[in-house]
């Protein structure tokens, strides 16, 4: 072929190439434009995986799609790549680096099956859990707590309503960093278990989700409150929800941390779910789970414990407003156990309908009195359902007769170990007369002579018959149950009649349940919460702290003073401490030139109290080394009133007519005061007097043998003592007890004041006991069992109060050098002190046997460790306890170091022999620099409850001027010191030289110097 020929052939195959290119261009550019408008296979991947993604992950923008190179590899190794995981691990890589945009950081290779999906949603719900969490602490808390915002609420109510939100939010950020940093290097082999095992099993995670869960219902309670109290805090949260992108409210936001741990664990189900059991995510997943799910479970269980806390603390609500005269019903730890009417024995063999409450540590006894309008009353043999319901309640009035600590209360007799035979043998009985019965009328159709048979049967009959009378004086016996309350005049005893014996033995199960788990909630009650420390500034120098009592007149705030003394040796001060509305020294005024030894407070003369029997002593001694505190709303009693046994009858309220009529009379009389013209303001002298024995008083006992009264009201900066009486020897104790004060001198004798007719005090002819000696002293006195037991030198006397004769003696101490310094009484424990000794020693109140012995050297030493050396040395080797102090479950302690220590209380029966175990001191972080010279209580709440424990009182407290006051205030004076309960609000104070924080004992700039100051330490509890 020539070369033209050769030319011209392949210019022909070049057109015909150059026309199929076009070709190809055109169908390529129609299949692009089809392209644009339909979605790429690769772009159709579920919502749920493109959202799930990380913000470094983003996908191919629309219309774009792998390269023609990627067909060319799946059709080349497609089938290749379904028996080689490698190739098709290729395959999928390069599909993702052609389909995603990566950041520039480094690209992430992120496979596109259920497992990712999975783990994105993790990270996109913790981002969004984060957000509302910053939400909470950038957009709420912080500009409520900023000063542009001081007004609109409380600091310490925004901390309350944002408790733990910020350190969870701390945890969470650090959680979402972590899988932020997974994702950006994920793989197939990639792992995440470990994120949660390494989170969510911290102790301080699991601590502050436990403490905000705990916090969460009075989160929300502060918040109703607020936002009802404060309409600017209600603006402000309207308007900050509305910023919000979802409108959610502050409640909404608050309660997604309850949430979050319950979804944890079902994301990480689903991960479990789609994991390769050879993954190595899988263990770690399972463990994951494991530790999530037990914090989830924990968080349900105090959710549910909340709300079923907050239903019982409605519930005793609902019962405090039913019963009449019951206050201060509602407390944290109180639960409401079951509720039963009985018959409780009066005066002249009379029986009365009564209903007992029974709560987690207190026992009400209440009158059950018809409703008018009511068509019947409910029968006594009503039965206590599982749930409180008020449908038989709404029948009758209850009004508060008795109201006893469970700590008081023992049962006498137990029940009879064969009562379920006893139970037993009379369901066979009544199946043994049943069968004899139709015997009888068998052998009556006897056609026989059966005259044998009929004496046989007629025999058995009245065997039966006298066996079953036998059987029912026996079950009366069954349904009675005989309750010992201790008191300070002695143990006394409670009949209560039960209508069935199945409900005497429920009752008396759920009794001692109660009794046991009080017992074991002493331990884990939360520490007395420290308020501040109140310098007393010297006015003389060498003054100091020798004793304080709290009065028992209210003050125009409705509170209690507290008068704490000074000496030096040469002048008696008196300090008044005022609660109202922060503790603050009102007065220091100098009241005699002797040194202060003792103060007590003694409750105003009533006609209320001398109608009504035996009463229970009021403040036991309060001096400078032991003191007692008589504010026990729990263990008060209202006076019932003992019979010739000891026993306990309430005939108070004797009958509904009896009430009604009592009523009718008391308004008859509100009448006549309205009605009654005013009188002269001029009143005699004599009446003046009357009216002043009508306040309680104060009684100064000084080292030259003066004792100096006030009353409780005085200002003693203006007024004088309305009384004095000297005595030949020093005063070292002054006690209160059945309508008497005993004061006991330096020379070993006790005297006895009794009231006069018109209230006063005889102090012209006192009764006169001697009981120890000039060389043995009585230096301490203690109410104890309806006894009084008084400290001669190692020895305890116990000195009746009728016969006023010593009826027992013990040693408490083999150095007979070495006298008893402090003497506190709990329940049927009492706890003693010896002088220059370390150990507390505690015996039984009616076996006087001793107990158990504590030393608490060792806590004073570990609470000094922070101390220089050479004070720690100093302060070990002179170590003595020098204060006592019974409150609240807790026995306090106070040292010749400064350290004031605490222990629990042990409940106590008159059964008890010796103590095991050694109980768990507990070293308080606050306290003094030199000695501990008194510990004292003080009630917060006002003292209104007493009057309200006998109709008689409520009469009283009807009347107008200062009678009225005064019967308040004597009512309130008869609460003995046993051991406050939880019921009453108290301020434990204590009294030394200086103030130390062992926490940093000696590292602070201003260390020692207010050594020399007298000093009182405020605590809650």
């Known amino acids: ?61 629309a219309g774009r799609r792998p390269s023609a190179g990627l067909a060319w590899l799946a059709g080349r190794f497609g089938k290749r790549a379904q028996s080689d995981p490698w190739i098709s691990d290729r395959i999928r890589r390069y599909f993702l680096s052609r389909t995603f945009n990566v950041g520039p950081a480094n690209a992430l290779l992120l496979s596109l099956d259920t497992r990712t999906h999975v783990v994105g949603e993790l990270y996109d719900t913790e981002k969004s859990y984060v957000e509302s969490l910053q939400i909470l602490v950038n957009k709420y ?15 310490g109510l925004v901390d309350e309503i944002f408790y733990q939100i910020p350190e969870i939010l701390s945890h969470h950020e650090a959680f979402l960093e972590v899988l932020r940093q997974r994702l950006s290097c994920w793989d197939t082999r990639q792992k995440v278990g470990d994120v949660f095992v390494e989170a969510f099993t911290k102790q301080p995670v699991i601590d502050t989700y436990t403490a905000f869960i705990n916090n969460w219902k009075s989160a929300k309670e502060a918040i109703k409150m607020a936002t009802q109290a404060k309409p600017a805090f ?116 009379t029986k009365k309908d009564r209903c007992l409450f029974l709560f987690s540590d207190l026992l009400l006894i209440t009158s059950i009195k018809r409703k008018s309008g009511t068509m019947r009353k409910t029968s006594p043999s009503s039965s206590s359902p599982a749930g409180f319901g008020f449908s038989v309640f709404d029948m009758n009035k209850y009004k508060l007769l008795l109201r006893f600590s469970l700590d008081n209360l023992d049962i006498l007799k137990p029940a009879d170990v064969g009562l379920k035979k006893a139970i037993r043998e009379a369901e066979n009985l009544e199946e043994d007369m049943s069968l004899i019965t139709q015997i009888s009328e068998l052998a009556s159709r006897l056609n026989c002579p059966h005259q044998a048979l009929d004496d046989a049967v007629k025999e058995i009959t009245n065997s039966l018959n006298k066996q079953m009378a036998e059987r029912q004086s026996y079950d009366l016996q069954l349904l009675n149950l005989q309750l010992s309350v201790t008191t300070p005049e002695g143990v006394e005893n409670l009949a209560i009649i039960f209508p069935s014996t199945e409900k005497r033995s429920s009752w008396e199960v759920a009794f001692n349940e109660a009794k046991q788990k009080l017992a074991l909630s002493t331990d884990r009650r939360p520490p007395p919460e420290f308020l501040h420390p109140v310098p ?250 309806g006894k009084l037991w008084c400290g001669c030198q190692n020895y ?75 004070i720690r040395q100093h302060k070990a080797a002179c170590l003595r306890v020098t204060a006592l102090l019974a409150c609240k479950d807790l026995l306090w302690v106070g040292t010749s170091a400064g350290v004031l220590l605490t222990l629990p209380l042990p409940h106590l029966t008159s059964s008890t022999s010796r103590l095991g175990s050694p109980p768990n001191i507990v070293g308080v972080p606050h306290g003094h620099t030199g000695h501990v010279r008194f510990l004292t209580a003080v009630e917060t709440t006002e003292p209104t409850g007493s009057r309200h424990y006998h109709h008689r009182s409520l009469r009283c407290s009807r009347d107008s001027g200062a009678a009225s006051a005064s019967v308040a205030a004597s009512m309130a004076g008869r609460r003995a010191s046993l051991t406050p309960a939880a019921g009453c609000r108290l301020l434990v104070i204590s009294g030394g030289d200086g103030y130390e924080d062992f926490r940093s004992a000696g590292l602070s700039e201003a260390a020692g110097r207010d050594d020399s100051t007298n000093h009182l330490l405020l605590w809650q509890v």
């Not at 808390?141 to 600091?155: E, F, I, N, Q, Y």
């Not at 109180?334 to 509720?339: D, E």
């Open 1 to 61: 072929m020539s070369v033209l020929e050769r030319k011209a052939v392949l210019e022909h195959q070049h057109s015909v190439s150059a026309a199929a290119a076009a070709a190809g261009r055109r169908r390529l550019s129609a299949q692009q434009r089809r392209a644009d408008t339909e979605p790429a296979p690769w772009a159709k991947v579920s919502h749920c995986s493109r959202q799930s993604l990380p913000s470094c992950v983003v996908p191919a923008p």
């Open 141 to 155: 808390m912080r500009p409520l707590k900023s000063p542009d915002t001081a007004g609109t609420v409380d600091s």
């Open 234 to 349: 209600a603006k402000f949260l309207e308007n900050t929800s509305r910023e919000h992108k979802g409108k959610l409210a502050l409640d909404a936001l608050l309660i997604m941390p309850v949430q979050r741990i319950p979804r944890y664990e079902l994301l990480i189900k689903e991960l479990i779910k789609h994991t390769q059991h050879d993954h190595p995510d899988h263990q770690l997943l399972v463990l994951a789970q494991k530790e999530v799910h037990e914090l989830a479970l924990k968080i349900n269980r105090m959710e549910r414990e909340a709300f079923q806390h907050e239903q019982m603390q409605q519930r005793v609500r609902d019962i405090e407003q039913l019963i009449e005269g019951v206050i201060d019903l509602v407390q944290p730890d109180r639960t409401f156990i079951r509720y039963d009417f009985v018959t409780i024995p009066g005066g002249l063999g």
């Open 536 to 785: 007393i500034r010297k006015t003389r120098a060498g003054l100091q702290f020798t004793c304080a009592v709290a009065t028992l007149g209210l003050n125009a705030h409705g509170l209690r003073d507290v008068w704490v003394c000074n000496s030096d040796g040469y002048v008696g001060q008196v300090c008044v401490l005022s609660l109202q509305p922060e503790p603050t020294v009102m007065s220091c005024n100098g009241v005699c030139n002797a040194r202060i030894l003792c103060i007590a407070s003694i409750p105003a003369a009533s006609p209320v109290l001398s109608s009504m029997g035996r009463r229970k002593s009021l403040v036991p001694e309060s001096n400078a080394l032991a003191s007692t505190e008589a504010e026990n709303k729990e263990q008060e009693t209202t006076a019932p009133q003992p019979n010739n046994n000891g026993n306990i009858q309430l005939d108070s309220e004797s009958s509904e007519d009896e009430e009604e009529e009592e009523e009718g009379n008391s308004e008859s009389q509100e009448e006549e005061q309205q009605t009654k013209p005013q009188e002269s303001s001029k009143v005699p002298k004599e009446e003046v007097e009357e009216t002043d024995n009508h306040f309680p008083t104060m009684w100064l006992g000084t080292e030259d043998g003066c004792i100096h009264v006030y009353n409780c009201n005085d200002n003693i900066r203006i007024k004088k003592n309305k009384m004095k009486v000297q005595h030949s020897a020093a005063v070292h104790c002054i006690i209160y007890l059945d309508n008497r004060v005993f004061v006991s001198l330096s020379s070993g004798e006790i005297v006895i004041y009794r009231r006069e007719s018109g209230g006063g005090w005889n102090t012209s002819d006192p009764q006169k006991v001697q009981v120890g000696s000039s060389v043995a002293p009585v230096l301490r006195m203690l109410a104890v069992a």
């Open 796 to 870: 305890i006397k116990v000195l009746s109060t009728a016969s006023l004769e010593v009826e027992h003696s013990f040693q408490v101490s083999s150095d007979s050098s070495r006298a008893v310094l402090c003497m506190v009484t709990s329940g049927l424990g009492v706890w003693l002190a010896i002088q220059h000794s370390a150990v507390i020693r505690l015996f039984h109140a009616t076996t006087y046997e001793c107990l158990q012995d504590v030393n608490i050297a060792p806590a004073v030493t570990k609470m000094l460790s922070a101390c220089d050396d050479i």
